[in-house]
């Protein structure tokens, strides 16, 4: 597809377990960033790919949460023993931008993950 | 982390009223971007702002960057039911890194 594409849509998980969201950004898009966002609320950065560069981390909430970006191509983010608070819509955005930060984000439309 | 407060939080209006959503922060940005984002779907871009004092229009919006780059507006005039959205700032810097505002819920009222 043209865009951000994103899996599962939605995820349903028991305290305790592990979950992995998947992101496949736009063909040729070097960043990638990871967001999260409570019901009807703004974004909370995670974490940001660019190309071969060592990720920026600085916004992972605990070291429960971590994310991996192979072949600079395709991420996973991990929640290890999901709490309840970790409910939230997972975002990928992905851009072409190298530097400036002027580039578009591209949004996919997201994974829903409600931890019962 | 560097905080982007929006207001009001939310905003419901009739059709055809002037509206104005602010974005505030004590840390400067190198650029502020606009996003709308529909129920179920990503934000969308709708304009990127990088001077200290711009002014950008797009259709019946206008945004504006503060002169000390740390503030944005966006001010919609005449709204219209296609305009209901969450309307989300993002403030980038030097890092490629971007903080998004807390968000405002616009609903335009038929």
């Known amino acids: 597809g043209a865009g951000v594409s994103q899996s599962p849509s939605n995820k349903v998980t028991e305290k305790g377990k592990d979950v992995e969201l998947r992101c496949d950004p736009i063909?040729?898009?070097?960043?990638l960033y990871w967001y999260r966002q409570s019901l009807g609320q703004g974004l909370e950065f995670l974490i940001y790919?660019?190309?071969?560069?060592?990720?920026?981390k600085s916004g992972l909430p605990s070291d429960r949460f971590s994310a991996e970006r192979t072949g600079g191509s395709v991420s996973t983010l991990t929640i290890q023993r999901t709490q309840q608070e970790d409910s939230a819509v997972y975002l990928c955005?992905?851009?072409?931008?190298?530097?400036?930060?002027?580039?578009?984000?591209?949004f996919g439309e997201g994974s829903r993950l409600t931890v019962l | 982390t560097q905080l982007l407060e929006q207001s009001p939080q939310f905003l419901s209006i009739q059709e055809g009223e002037n509206l104005t959503v602010y974005c505030n922060s004590s840390?400067?940005?190198?650029?502020l971007q606009w996003y709308r984002q529909e129920p179920g779907e990503g934000p969308v871009l709708l304009v990127t702002v990088v001077t200290g004092g711009e002014v950008k229009k797009l259709k019946r919006l206008t945004f504006q960057f503060g002169d000390a780059r740390k503030d944005s507006s966006l001010h919609i005039t005449a709204a219209q039911p296609g305009d209901t959205g969450l309307y989300l700032c993002a403030g980038g810097n030097t890092g490629n890194q971007f903080y998004f505002g807390t968000g405002t819920s616009l609903t335009v009222i038929p």
């Open positions: 790919f660019q190309g071969n560069s060592a990720p920026d």
């Open positions: 955005a992905s851009s072409k931008a190298r530097t400036l930060n002027t580039g578009e984000l591209f």
């Open positions: 840390s400067v940005f190198s650029s």
């Open positions: 063909s040729g898009h070097t960043a």
